[in-house]
């Protein structure tokens, strides 16, 4: 039995809250008597002035981390799901989720204004071309701005008057402490959040049997069934960091829901979907949305 394991994790506030509360989560479901918390600087985390599509994808906030796994200087990786490719990096495994955090979406602006009441033709804050396609169906006039960095860091460039608004994760502020600056908060049916947003992901290798077994006591299963579902939809659609694509499944007693919402490329079309089935077959649901979605948007939401 291990008595002392090392989790690696980002290096942001945020990050380091989250593996936080995952070494809370071992240390109460295990025999392990000393968790270690090691930061790892990702290329996500060293280039905020472009598009994360630019540097490396999504793989831009873990594939640092995962080196560290694969080299056995970490034990297990803690991930902002959201973050992840949704192939596994071969020798690694993801299979664990903590309780999902609040997914929603929310609204920061300077006159603690909702997005109705922006002025005309506002600027607002986001890296995501699904929260920008999301937003100009809500509001056909809005300008959308690139913002990178952490969450500390876009709230300081709003009050610099750089943008009118910023759009972020519920989660996120919340963990932070900053839930005072929230403007407003938007229902999953107004905006719908990207497949994993609020999920806590925790890896490890693939051939560790024992701490296999220790994470598959900290799994959250009902968080661990609605991911299948929306994880799924991104496989099926092979879609990466700049496909423009929410999806959101929560279960209702046997079943589960699963909507979802694609954008074209241009951002000019819109293609949605809800279904529901057994919670059994949360991953055929998510196939089988994506094969659909793919099919009716034609492959338009790639480049």
Do not use: W
């Amino acid at each position: 039995m291990k008595n002392k394991i090392i989790i690696g994790s980002r290096g942001s506030k945020l990050a380091l809250i989250y593996a936080e509360r995952a070494r809370t989560e071992l240390l109460r479901n295990s025999q392990i008597e000393s968790i270690e918390i090691k930061s790892i600087t990702t290329t996500g985390d060293t280039m905020t002035d472009v598009r994360v599509s630019e540097h490396g994808g999504k793989g831009a906030f873990c594939k640092a981390i995962e080196q560290e796994l694969l080299n056995k200087n970490i034990d297990i990786a803690v991930h902002a799901l959201k973050d992840m490719p949704t192939d596994e990096t071969k020798g690694l495994l993801t299979n664990c989720f903590l309780e999902r955090n609040n997914p929603r979406e929310i609204l920061i602006s300077n006159d603690n204004k909702n997005i109705k009441d922006l002025k005309l033709n506002a600027v607002i804050g986001t890296s995501s071309f699904r929260r920008e396609f999301q937003l100009k169906n809500i509001r056909e006039d809005l300008n959308c701005k690139l913002i990178r960095g952490n969450v500390d860091t876009r709230i300081k460039k709003l009050n610099e008057n750089l943008y009118d608004a910023i759009i972020l994760s519920y989660a996120g502020v919340k963990s932070l402490g900053l839930e005072e600056k929230i403007s407003q908060t938007f229902a999953t049916s107004e905006i719908i959040p990207s497949a994993g947003q609020g999920v806590i992901a925790l890896q490890c290798r693939k051939n560790d049997q024992e701490l296999i077994k220790i994470l598959n006591k900290v799994n959250h299963k009902p968080t661990h069934n609605c991911t299948k579902a929306e994880r799924n939809v991104l496989k099926v659609l092979e879609g990466d960091c700049e496909t423009a694509v929410g999806a959101f499944a929560k279960i209702d007693k046997n079943k589960i829901d699963l909507v979802v919402e694609l954008f074209s490329f241009d951002g000019k079309q819109r293609f949605y979907l809800k279904l529901s089935k057994d919670l059994k077959l949360a991953s055929e649901l998510g196939k089988e949305v994506g094969e659909i979605l793919k099919k009716q948007s034609n492959n338009s939401y790639k480049k």
